[in-house]
């Protein structure tokens, strides 16, 4: 009896010991057929998947298909070389050679490659058998028999397009992480199903709301297949918790970037991703055309599609050579006020200006509540601003009461960049001790608190946001007004607000 019980506590604490060396990478990071671009390894090779463990992925995924002779094979079309492979034996898939001089992996091979090390999940795919229903569920329990027989239980999610696998998966195996990937599904109805996550090609995950649902339901958030910067930000501003890329080695690269990574949770933002005029839920207009204190020349129209408008995921707002009140311009001025104020946090803007002279985009704050009285008392933040006549040049200002350009004193820098042919990213930090601005992650001013008091730091209340492209004005129209420029419009793919 003593032996047995020795025996047991050996047992346990060995498994104990066991379980204590898995340290799965900590990042967002899986990738899609194994990290096979940059070194250009065969997709679904054992090379790719070691590659994806070097890079230190969360997980590396790989597609699974069963031969004629009921084989599990890994490959991520229904063809290898040719060969059907549903309608091959195994033997036949051997008479071919993958371009690293690999042969097509099977599941156990691959299975046993890939615990060697405890660090990247393997994330299984069954692919939809093109021959039946009954023969994916089929493939599907071969697949979990396969992941226990190897010992690979730890190791491995499944993931797959067909429902009804997801759903067997669990049936077997109920504590297995499984998620679904057609998009057809809610959040809701998966949760019911007890699948673990959902893994939704991206734009699924645009609709408001998504994200948040499934986070709420205790669901984890994949993304398939992100591959650019903007996606891969996007993705990683509205916190989903993992993102399957064909660029594993761009996507680390861009989470060293990500606001997050420096403790920034996204606050509020418009992506933009609706039709039509801009969400009334989010923006007002300033409107009018006496020159807004500028000598401007536009009219401000409002919930004018004329001026603003929503269309394939871009704020434009345009200014137009048009007759209204007086005016031969009318433009647009959108405002966040009362809709989204804020105090402190990381505002971003990703732009594309017009170009052209006399034009004067910009990205800016004014205070909501005007604590210390009127302009400039309370303070303005110009997170970007542009003149058409200088077009190698945006600029980020600060107003305040001692700090104005009515006074000649106001604080701001040029930055030397083409803001017509690309996005840029316009940003500040503000803090209670200063503001950074900058362009494309790179700082090129800081305004401090000296402590002296509003005169020079108003910046301890609520402010809002403002985009708004001005015709003429002091400073845009300093030389003249180009009439052959318009329509002349500025996009505006994004606006982020980040709070610590």
């Known amino acids: 009896m003593k032996r047995i019980v020795i025996s047991t506590i050996m047992v346990l604490v060995f498994t104990t010991s066991f379980a204590q060396k898995f340290h799965w990478n900590k990042n967002q990071v899986i990738a899609h057929r194994g990290a096979w671009k940059k070194n250009n390894y065969p997709q679904n090779s054992i090379a790719s998947l070691n590659e994806a463990i070097k890079l230190g992925c969360y997980g590396s995924e790989f597609d699974v298909w069963m031969t004629a002779d009921n084989i599990l094979v890994i490959n991520h079309d229904p063809e290898f070389q040719g ?20 042969k097509i992996p099977t599941l156990e091979d691959y299975l046993k490659a890939g615990i060697k090390q405890r660090g990247t999940k393997l994330i299984l795919e069954i692919k939809p058998s093109l021959v039946s229903k009954e023969r994916g569920i089929d493939v599907t329990s071969r697949c979990v028999d396969m992941v226990k027989k190897v010992g690979a239980v730890a190791w491995t999610e499944y993931i797959s397009f067909d ?13 297995a992480k499984v998620a679904y990937l057609k998009g057809d599904v809610s959040a809701a109805q998966m949760k019911t199903d007890r699948l673990t996550g959902v893994d939704y090609y991206y734009s699924i ?15 984890t958030v994949n993304a398939w297949t992100v591959n650019t910067v903007p996606e891969i930000q996007w993705l990683l501003a509205h916190q989903v918790d993992y993102i399957t890329t064909n660029e594993p080695e761009l996507t680390f690269d861009e989470l060293k970037k990500t606001p997050s990574a420096l403790g920034w949770k996204l606050k509020w933002a418009d992506e933009f991703y609706d039709t039509g005029l801009p969400l009334s839920k989010n923006w007002s207009y300033d409107v009018g055309g006496k020159g807004w204190g500028n000598n401007e020349l536009q009219y401000y129209t409002e919930a004018d599609s004329t001026n603003a408008k ?4 871009n704020l434009n707002i345009t200014a137009v050579k048009a007759d209204k009140d007086g005016n031969h311009y009318t433009s647009a001025r959108l405002v966040s006020k009362n809709k989204f104020d804020f105090k402190y946090g990381r505002v971003e803007v990703r732009a594309m200006l017009p170009k052209g002279r006399g034009l004067w985009p910009a990205i800016w704050a004014l205070p909501t509540d005007w604590k210390y009285g009127d302009w400039p008392k309370s303070g303005e933040i110009d997170i970007m601003e542009h003149v058409g006549y200088e077009p190698d040049s945006v600029y980020g200002t600060v107003h ?5 350009h009515t006074i000649h004193t106001q604080v701001g820098k040029g930055v030397k960049i083409n803001p017509y042919d690309a996005y840029h990213v316009y940003a500040i930090e503000w803090y209670k001790d200063r503001i950074d601005f900058f362009v494309d992650d790179q700082k090129y001013l800081t305004f401090k608190n000296t402590g002296k008091g509003a005169p020079e730091w108003p910046f301890d209340q609520n402010f809002h946001l403002i985009l708004n492209m001005a015709v003429g004005g002091n400073w845009g129209g300093k030389k003249g007004v180009d009439d052959s420029i318009f329509p002349a419009t500025m996009k505006v793919d994004y606006v982020r607000v980040y709070q610590k």
Do not use: P
Not at 206 to 216: L, P, R, V, Y
Not at 400 to 404: L, V
């Open 310 to 313: 929503v269309k394939k995921g």
């Open 163 to 175: 429902y009804d696998y997801c759903k067997r998966i669990l049936e077997l195996m109920s504590d």
């Open 83 to 102: 060969l059907t492979i549903e309608k091959v034996k195994y033997e036949d898939l051997l008479t071919k050679t993958m371009s690293n001089g690999e």
């Open 205 to 219: 995950y645009q609709k408001e709301g998504w994200i948040e649902n499934a986070h709420q339901l205790g669901l």
């Open 400 to 404: 305040t009461a001692k700090f104005n």
